[in-house]
């Protein structure tokens, strides 16, 4: 069972940028898919960037251009860089790994973008 635990999260006024961090408990395979999605209050949890087997990327078009997944596969950890924030971003983000093993989600944390 693989553990995701979450950092990074606060709260920024708009305009501003956070980094969150999602380290594995143990070794993700390379040809796992690494994601973060997020969900508002009131809405369904969506995908907002993967990075998937190889490298490839794939983003929400609402983060294109601003939000920037990365992984280390040393340090089991997949990134997302989060700049230009908007209130709309304004959400719980979850980590989320897909692996021929299982599915596995992190607990969430918060981002709030506010003046």
């Known amino acids: 069972q693989v553990q995701l635990v979450e950092s990074g999260g606060g709260s920024v006024q708009p305009g501003g940028s956070l980094r969150l961090s999602c380290a594995a408990s143990e070794i993700v395979s390379n040809t796992a898919t690494m994601a973060w999605y997020r969900q508002a209050p009131g809405k369904q949890r969506e995908l907002v960037a993967r990075?998937?087997?190889?490298?490839?990327?794939d983003y929400a078009d609402a983060v294109k251009g601003r939000f920037t997944i990365s992984r280390d596969n040393d340090k089991n950890t997949v990134y997302l860089q989060m700049n230009s924030l908007k209130p709309e971003d304004t959400a719980v983000y979850y980590c989320?790994?897909?692996?021929?093993?299982?599915?596995?989600w992190g607990q969430g944390t918060q981002v709030t973008v506010s003046s």
């Open positions: 990075i998937i087997d190889g490298g490839s990327t």
């Open positions: 989320n790994v897909v692996a021929w093993y299982g599915n596995f």
